[in-house]
């Protein structure tokens, strides 16, 4: 995907003077790169030799005939080196004839715009899953829909925005336009009053502040929203501050659609991992508006099981979320799709999830059921929605509603974008929820949000086929995820 120049032809001059300009105004040539600038001293050298050669009878080219520039040369398929940061600045990535030394055409590309061209478009309406193809692998994060290749983390936002579509229309369903919200926040001590307004409707839900030594900080501190049932003191004692809701008063955990998301959004196919999505998101702002106490650049959500699948969307849509910590999350989560192994037991799969609890997801889901090889994403996509911004996920190996887990195919995407330290996975030789996953998480977190240094830890895993095969499985999935990547 490139940026959108037009040709120019400028005499040498004309150039000179261009590329002086900035100086002369005491701005910096933060647009011409060392590269151009290694063009434009070549040919001022090139301009000196033609006029000493010329002089000279035999000289070099003497008898040459002059070439005429082409200026109307395609340019479409040369390299952009750059976009300029002022429209006034031209950016040389030069032709010169050797032939004409006295008549030194430059190519002179001048910035339109910076705007990236049109992402691919998905298909309007989107297949049903029966029209989808089959992939037995993990789908490659790095070409779009149509199988056009990334050819950069440039074109990454435009992959994200994507997947993010796909994910909504055929697992949690559409996140609200939150353009259209109101939202406002009366506090009273630590309690936080949240109202929206949408629709022509009114919902109102609330959440409670609790910090570090049961004192408001003198200056912001990160702040942790949370559906409740953690180890607070993992991030009390670290100088985190907590906000706490009920999930209940957001969305029921049912069929029965109450709460105060669906006050406003009622009867919509609209998962409940949504809705509660949506709790997180919309206490943020809650917390920009009154609680001059916690940091808004340094926030992360967190929760377990099916609220760790909640935190994990909430992290997906809002990108002022820093962290996203989800745990023990398993299908629909962090889990796979695409891949089971059953050695200690009946893994969440989507069978018995889509069975047991349809109204986690879009009833859309339900056209997979048969297949999920027809998935157009697996799990490492849907993780990968939180880039580049920080995610840890944490896990038990002994937890048998979990299957396999991305670790090898999420790094090879926050590698791919530059930002590897952002991503960990967080294994221990535990159960479902278990309380010391908070501690697991605890050196990633404070790195995230205090820039300490990172502790590389050893895990001991109990040697079982189940282990082995997790692993297996996973450094597969990392060499075919990085054998697709362009870089």
């Not at 009390?236 to 669906?262: C, E, M, Q, R």
């Not at 340094?298 to 979320?321: E, Y």
């Not at 991305?406 to 930002?419: C, E, H, K, R, W």
């Amino acid at each position: 995907m490139m940026d959108t120049y037009t040709s120019t032809s400028v005499s040498l001059e004309a150039t000179v003077g261009l590329l002086l300009q900035p100086l002369i105004d005491d701005r910096p040539l933060d647009s011409v790169l060392e590269a151009d600038v290694e063009v434009f001293l070549k040919s001022m050298l090139l301009t000196l030799l033609g006029f000493l050669f010329h002089s000279v009878e035999g000289g070099f080219n003497a008898q040459a005939p002059p070439v005429e520039p082409d200026f109307n040369r395609d340019i479409s398929a040369l390299p952009v080196l750059s976009c300029a940061t002022d429209e006034d600045t031209l950016i040389i990535v030069g032709y010169i004839p050797l032939a004409s030394p006295m008549n030194l055409p430059l190519q002179v590309w001048t910035p339109v715009h910076c705007e990236r061209a049109a992402c691919p478009t998905l298909p309007s309406p989107l297949p049903s899953a029966s029209a989808l193809p089959i992939v037995q692998e993990l789908p490659n994060p790095f070409a779009f829909f149509d199988g056009t290749p990334l050819t950069s983390p440039d074109d990454w936002e435009c992959r994200r925005a994507e997947i993010k579509t796909l994910v909504q229309e055929y697992l949690y369903s559409y996140h609200p336009d939150h353009s259209l919200e109101n939202v406002t926040a009366r506090r009273t001590g630590n309690n936080i009053a949240i109202t929206v307004k949408a629709n022509g409707k009114t919902a109102s839900f609330s959440t409670t502040l609790t910090f570090p030594n049961n004192r408001a900080p003198t200056s912001p501190i990160p702040v942790v929203i949370n559906p409740g049932a953690l180890d607070n003191n993992v991030f009390l004692s670290s100088g985190i501050a907590l906000a706490t809701f009920d999930v209940n008063s957001i969305a029921a955990d049912s069929t029965s659609k109450t709460g105060a998301f669906w006050t406003l959004y009622a009867p919509e196919d609209i998962g409940v991992l949504m809705a509660w999505a949506w709790g997180f998101n919309r206490i943020l702002d809650a917390l920009e508006l009154v609680a001059p106490e916690v940091d808004p650049k340094r926030v992360g959500v967190i929760g377990c099981s099916r609220w760790g699948k909640a935190a994990l969307v909430a992290g997906m849509f809002d990108d002022r979320i820093t962290l996203t910590m989800p745990m023990s999350s398993g299908l629909e989560g962090i889990s796979q799709w695409r891949f089971l192994f059953q050695e200690l037991g009946p893994n969440e799969n989507i069978t018995n999830i889509f069975a047991g609890a349809p109204w986690w997801v879009t009833s859309r889901l339900g056209q997979f059921v048969n297949d999920t090889r027809r998935m157009p994403f697996d799990s490492h996509l849907q993780a990968s929605l939180v880039a580049p911004r920080a995610l840890i996920w944490d896990q038990g190996l002994t937890d048998i509603q979990v299957r396999v887990v991305p670790v090898a195919p999420t790094q090879a995407i926050y590698d791919f974008l530059g930002v590897k330290d952002q991503y960990g996975a967080a294994l221990r030789n535990s159960g479902h929820c278990d309380p010391s996953g908070y501690s697991n998480i605890k050196d990633f977190m404070n790195r995230v949000f205090f820039g300490t240094p990172r502790r590389e830890t050893t895990v001991t895993f109990r040697r079982t086929r189940h282990t082995l095969r997790h692993f297996r499985v996973g450094l597969i999935a990392l060499r075919r995820v990085v054998e697709a990547s362009p870089i």
